[in-house]
């Protein structure tokens, strides 16, 4: 009996401890003030248009391109920014072009080249770039066939 009062204390506590728990964290929630949504504020800025990269020294390699935008309000009208010409293959179609291409073709034997054609992917900073592009590069070594076997002639005698 005593044993079954203890219990029941002890029950007593623990749900006195829930309840004031429930209330401890329901009185946080309620004392949070909701965030005011961020007032989005109306530019008349333009987007920034690009000029295509420049290199520092050479044909590629770092430059800078100057971007431009209009706007009465516009606290910034014109800025330059860092960028990269790739020294590569690539750069013959622009730093700005970005393509999809399609596996080599077969080897022509009579240039020793093999081709592939790429699809206009990506045209960054308003680059200019041609939708559709081809290229070639050497088929690297041709092998002549070897002989399957050895043959000896042999000379009667």
């Not at 204390?9 to 009185?27: I, K, N």
């Not at 330059?80 to 999809?100: D, H, S, V």
């Not at 054609?117 to 081809?134: F, I, P």
């Amino acid at each position: 009996m005593q044993q079954q009062q203890q219990q029941r204390r002890m029950f007593t506590a623990a749900l006195l401890a829930l309840v004031f728990l429930l209330a401890a964290v329901s009185t946080t929630e309620a004392g949070k003030k909701e965030k005011p949504e961020k007032k989005t504020k109306k530019s008349d800025c333009g987007e920034w248009q690009w000029s295509v990269c420049v290199p520092t020294s050479g044909d590629c390699g770092l430059g800078t391109r100057e971007g431009t935008r209009t706007g009465a309000e516009c606290k910034q009208t014109t800025k330059t920014q860092k960028c990269k010409i790739p020294c590569n293959w690539k750069k013959q179609f622009g730093a700005e072009c970005k393509y999809q291409f399609q596996a080599w073709g077969e080897c022509d034997l009579n240039t020793a080249l093999k081709t592939r054609t790429g699809n206009l992917k990506r045209a960054l900073h308003n680059a200019d770039c041609q939708k559709t592009v081809t290229i070639s590069k050497p088929c690297g070594k041709l092998t002549k066939p070897k002989p399957q076997g050895k043959f000896h002639l042999l000379k009667a005698a």
